[in-house]
């Protein structure tokens, strides 16, 4: 996500244009079923165990029993293009980031400095400022992107630590409106989205409007890589062992929740990480208990950018990482306890949708459960947060310059802080 976000340099352009071109010419071709590069190898899929040679052969079977040898036949020879399976999954992968990172973009272009001005005015108590962290992570489409800039305005003293915990909150509620949308499975309006996009890319008469479809050429990016990579892994429906992996996931959800952590940290958002989850969900690839696991996995996983935003910010800023850090560990510790009832409750209140609302679902009641749990105890964790980490001769200096009045420069200090968090 961090390469796709600075394009200053020459050479990166060049490879980011590069990388998405191949990445287009893949992904139609995994599409179009004409992806033929390199020979590549494949792998059987055996459905049951062949027998000796040296059986005797066996006597004339039945009309119904000759049609399922025949349907175990056709198991038997079926097979997994490997790499055509794998370098689609990349394509759609690299075309869904480089979606992201650009409504991302887009988003926070349109909105200037009104998410900052929102967090903080709209943060006097714990339920304004749930309130404020959901609105604001929905704009911008990134739950980290609006804790740093809260750490950012925490350690220039425009917010206060107390203040920042209800934000932190409602952060992580406003990152499920991602995967309730994607759960909607309206990838075949992508090309739509994409054309829209660029004409107002291209022929818009302001600034405003090229943001405006910067936003929707993103939108339909994104829903085009998913596709891609749901097309492209839709071989892995007939494959036993995968389903079995699958199913252990399900059964074994801590490692699930492992797996799902370090994806997020290699791919640096949790957002992108539950759409590729309800995606595969989409194709049958995905069971129910295998992504909640995973899902509560990228919870955790989202926390690393934070972590590295408080990286040289006073004792306040590292508090809110800190909290930040616990609270998702802490919620997705009693999630994994509780997966079963969690489930059950998704299936509950969806109505006997399908397993990708599902999923959805079991993301939104995770995180409206977890602010739930701990908006009552916020005075008291922050006064244990305060003696954990006390405050420090620097943090004074800060908070002295944040009120002498010259506010512009907090503002521009935050917008580098964010901007440098991102490159």
Known sequence: MQFFSNQNSPIKRFLITSILVAALVVGFAVKNHEFTAFNPPTLELKAYAQKPDNEAQPAPQTESKQAENGESQGKEEEKIDITKMVMGALAGLVLFLYGVTRMADGLKEVTGDRAKRILSRFTTNPFAGVLTGAAATTILDSSSVTIIMVIAMVSAG???FVQSLGVVMGSNIGTTIGAQIIAFEINQYAPIALLIGAILIFFGRNESQ???????????????????????MEPLEKSQT????????GQHPLQGALIGALFTVLIQSSSATVGI????????LISL????????????????????????????????????????????ALGLIFATQLAQLAQWISFGA?????????????????????????PWIASALQKLIPGRESDNDRHDDSDSGNSG???KRIKETVETQQS
């Open 409 to 411: 420069t907090n503002w």
């Open 289 to 332: 208990p295998a992504g909640i696991a995973l899902m509560l996995g990228a919870e955790i996983g989202t926390c690393s950018d934070t972590i590295v935003a408080t990286i040289g910010r006073g004792s306040s800023a590292i508090r809110t990482g800190v909290f930040h850090l616990f609270f998702n560990l802490i919620t997705a």
């Open 210 to 232: 090229k943001h405006i479809g910067m936003v929707t050429f993103g939108v339909g990016l994104l829903f085009f890589g998913l596709e891609v990579m749901g097309d492209a």
């Open 277 to 284: 989850i309800v995606t595969l969900a989409s194709q049958g």
């Open 354 to 378: 399908d397993v990708p609302r599902q999923i959805a679902n079991a993301q939104l009641i995770f995180n409206l459960l977890g602010v739930a749990l701990f908006i009552g105890f916020t």
């Open 158 to 160: 425009l917010l206060t």
């Open 242 to 249: 995968f389903i079995n992996w699958m199913q252990t996931l």
